[in-house]
């Protein structure tokens, strides 16, 4: 989770693979019967099939490419991992040792408790900008969110898949996070101190799905195609995806660091073997929404939380 305040196998065969020409500058794309990716050279076969027959995907050219993905991550993740990366500059700086520092993942922002509400709700809204920026762009190239698997085709199995691979991924990030505060290595994370009133739970609901939603569409699904479309290798994508994941969690400290970027890779392959960004979003809400209100609901009352 980046904190709001902070900034903050491949795909299905059955599905039909797009097949690339190009007219002028733009490579058009529209789906064929190739099953096994693109036929056009530097174009890897890991790519997202379109979803449909006939869909059409009109590209500016790779170096338009370049600079859509440095403007979208300039104004959301990508800055938000520059921010975080000076931040623990500072923190290491300071006099104070790590696990003496503290990082605010959601506080309040108002001492008036209806004011609070507001801002908090606009602050959700205003940092899912980059979510509709991404969704624009590819639907002005041709790309439905569907390509990405951000629909609701697969309900029951995205919810399972979700389900699962929070419970696994949330249990062995909790160990990680112990672990690396007891050793000096990350901040003592605090998920969160807003007031005990009617909106507490709710907002936190809210901050949880805004990070599912911001991080995995971002990261995941529009930053691994588009690397795909500029033929980067599935690995090389993945690892730099999941390094940029890392990076907007480094205030609070190496531990999150690290734990995020195994979660990137993790969370890379599965979305190249599922060719689906929504049991992602699941999993990484329901991870997030357990942190904050299991927080709320256990500091003070549990030993091992520090």
Known sequence: MPGRWRGTGLAAAHRPAPVVRCTGYSPVVTAGDDAHGYDAPGVPESQP???????????????????????????????????????????????????????????????????????????????????????YLMARSGERPSVIGLDASQPAKDLLRGAALAAAIGGAGLGLYVAAFRLGMSLNIVPESLPAVWWRIPVLLLSAAHDGLLEEILVIG??????????????????????LRGSYHLYQGFGAFIGNAVMGVIFGLLYRRWGRVTPLIIAHTLIDAVTFVGYAALVHKVSWLP
């Open 49 to 135: 099939p379109e979803s449909e027959p006939g869909t059409t995907l009109t590209l500016p050219p790779p170096s338009y490419l370049r600079w859509e993905i440095f403007v979208v991550f300039a104004v959301s993740l990508g800055a938000s991992g520059l921010n975080a990366l000076l931040d623990l500059i500072g923190a290491l700086l300071s006099r104070q040792s790590l696990s003496s520092q503290q990082a605010l993942l959601v506080g309040p922002l108002s001492s008036v408790s209806w004011f609070d509400l507001v801002l908090q709700l606009v602050s959700i809204a205003e940092a899912l900008v980059p979510v509709a920026l991404v969704l």
């Open 222 to 243: 529009y930053l691994l195609r588009r690397l795909d479309q500029l033929g980067w290798t599935p690995w090389k994508a993945i690892a730099a995806a999941a390094v």
